[in-house]
Each structure stands twice: as structure tokens, then as C-alpha cells.
């Protein structure tokens, strides 16, 4: 299954093959003319409906992660941060200074959701 990790959290990318994981688990198989070829599983393929309903019980999550996603291109690059944080102690500025503004900037433009992420077995 693909996944993507954040804080200890592990939850799914959405696609075809994720979808195929969590309903048939170790599913071996191809796909042309919508139809699947050389199928190896002791259960028959999923229906195009059941498919259709594992990825919109994937996408909730993958949505509510999206401001995780975003904060991560955002940020400024490691090694500017770095040096942000090192004029901002040479200076005695750690609470409000260079680093501290960077990071809320992109916290602020993208918040984290409210209430709970939508639960994902």
C-alpha cells in the first residue's frame, strides 16, 4: 500500500493500487481494457463500486493531511532555517526573531484543520 508518514501518522495515498491493497491484500495483477489480467488471489477482483468506496474512504484522510503537505514545500529549506536560528541566538532574538517568523508565516497560510482527522483502519 502506498502511504505517506508525518509525526508517527502513516496514512494512504488514494489510488488504484492503495485501494487494491486494503481490499485484496497481496493481490497480483495487471490492468488493460478495464479489465483485470492475470489476476493471482485466492478472492475474485474487486467490483469497480467497491473500488470507487475504498478510495472515498482514503480521500477524507488525504484531504485533512493536505496542510502537512503544503507546510512541507513551503517551509524555507533546511539549511536557511539553520542559519535563521543562528543569527537569531547570536542576536538573543529566539522567541520572535528570523526563525520564529519564517515558520509561523507558513503555519498561519496553512493551518492545521480543526477537530480530529477523519479515522482510517
Do not use: C
Request: charged fraction near 30%; glycine fraction near 6%; proline fraction near 12%.
Amino acid at each position: 500500500m502506498t502511504t505517506r508518514k508525518f509525526n508517527g501518522i502513516e496514512y494512504p495515498i488514494p489510488g488504484l493500487n492503495t485501494a487494491m491493497e486494503a481490499l485484496r491484500p497481496g493481490a497480483s495483477f495487471t490492468l488493460g481494457d478495464g479489465k483485470w489480467n492475470d489476476w493471482e488471489h485466492e478472492s475474485p477482483p474487486p467490483t469497480w463500486d467497491e473500488l470507487d468506496a475504498e478510495l472515498n474512504r482514503q480521500r477524507p484522510i488525504w484531504e485533512y493531511y493536505e496542510y502537512e503537505r503544503l507546510r512541507e514545500k513551503s517551509f524555507p529549506h533546511v539549511r536557511d532555517q539553520l542559519d535563521m536560528l543562528y543569527h537569531d541566538i547570536k542576536s538573543g532574538n529566539i522567541k520572535n526573531g528570523l526563525f520564529v517568523h519564517a515558520i509561523d508565516e507558513v503555519k498561519n497560510q496553512f493551518p492545521k484543520p480543526e477537530g480530529p482527522p477523519p479515522k482510517y483502519p
